[in-house]
């Protein structure tokens, strides 16, 4: 089992960068493909960005792709998404996710472990 807090949310103007980090418990973290998700007031929760057990396999969703990077260390048990040229509409709360397998997967209902978010508001 692992526990996920996440950090390093807050706000932010259009055009600027913010870093969250997921910290988590527990000495298998390296056993967890990971991923960050968001959820904007009134929609679902959406998949963000993903990175496998080793780090060697990565994904975008498209909307973000070019502007934020997902990345893991495993010695110090987190991952990270740098998000840079935020957008207005990249307003949510993040969330970090955990999985037990080699490979991340794009859907929420994948992921057995979450962390309580972080907000991130961008102003226009």
């Known amino acids: 089992q692992v526990q996920l807090v996440e950090s390093g949310g807050g706000l932010v103007q259009a055009g600027g960068s913010l870093r969250l980090s997921c910290a988590a418990s527990?000495?298998?973290?390296?056993?967890?493909?990971m991923g960050w998700f968001r959820q904007a007031p009134g929609k679902e929760r959406e998949f963000v960005a993903a990175i496998s057990r080793t780090g060697d396999s990565i994904s975008y969703v498209d909307s973000v792709k070019g502007r934020f990077t997902i990345s893991r260390d495993n010695a110090k048990n987190t991952v990270y998404l740098q998000m840079n040229t935020l957008k207005p509409e990249d307003t949510a709360v993040y969330y970090c996710?955990?999985?037990?397998?080699?490979?991340?997967?794009?859907?929420?209902?994948?992921?057995?472990?979450w962390g309580q978010g972080t907000q991130v508001t961008v102003s226009s």
């Open positions: 527990g000495r298998t973290f390296s056993s967890y493909a």
């Open positions: 996710a955990a999985r037990n397998y080699a490979t991340y997967a794009y859907a929420s209902y994948a992921y057995a472990y």
